[in-house]
């Protein structure tokens, strides 16, 4: 059985073929990192149709943009900064008003939350809702920004350094707003934990 053609092609490999134009190629990368970028709007804008529309709105961008990508970060990082001022356009496009207003529901918490409730009473499973209600309300709750920082780190997995280089700001500056955003969390979470 033959791998898939995914496997096949390094995301530089697929790049330099979709600078040339091969929509095959662009494709694969399209569904190599479709799912993550969805997944991280998802978490920006708190609903599902919205962030797949701006899921397209970022592809559509990186294939208008690809001939220009040179390399410096890798692909995905080239990607997320794309993602990062999709994101930022929504926002300021949203006002202030309704930025702060959406549900961000966080999966990652969700299971967290309800691993111990399964097979527990239903007071524990109760508990369990709460603990994810007030995890998903302390993230809310932060300066979009801040919260983009979030979930980059700690949902995502990406390094500070690969932070730094979506958002455009310095180490520094990002390895600060992680850690205020989770002490923020922390303290909000004081009556679960």
């Known amino acids: 059985m033959n791998p898939p053609a995914e496997a ?7 790049v330099v073929r979709a600078a040339r134009g091969d929509r095959e190629a662009y494709g694969l990368l399209v569904r190599r990192h479709g799912g993550r970028i969805v997944k991280t709007l998802y978490y920006r804008v708190g609903d599902r149709d919205e962030a797949e ?3 397209q709105e970022v592809f559509v961008r990186a294939y208008r943009g690809i001939g220009d990508f040179e390399g410096r970060a890798s692909f995905g990082t080239w990607l997320y900064r794309i993602v990062h001022n999709v994101a930022a356009s ?13 549900r961000v529901p966080l999966d990652a918490c969700a299971e967290a939350a309800a691993a111990p409730a399964r097979n527990a009473d239903p007071q524990a ?3 369990g809702r709460e603990l994810q209600d007030a995890v998903e309300r302390s993230i809310r709750d932060l300066e979009p920004d801040t919260r983009e920082y979030v979930v980059l780190r700690d949902i995502e997995g990406k390094t500070y350094e690969e ?5 455009g700001m ?3 500056t990002v390895k600060s707003r992680i850690h205020r955003a989770r002490l923020l969390i922390r303290r909000s979470l004081e009556n679960y934990l």
Do not use: N, Q, T
């Not at 096949?8 to 697929?14: I, M, T």
């Not at 929504?90 to 959406?102: I, L, S, W």
């Open 53 to 55: 529309d701006l899921a």
């Open 170 to 172: 310095p180490l520094g």
């Open 8 to 14: 096949c092609f390094s995301d530089e490999e697929l």
């Open 125 to 127: 499973a109760a508990m």
């Open 163 to 167: 932070i730094a280089a979506i958002v």
């Open 90 to 102: 929504h926002f300021a496009a949203r006002g202030a008003r309704k930025r702060a207003g959406g």
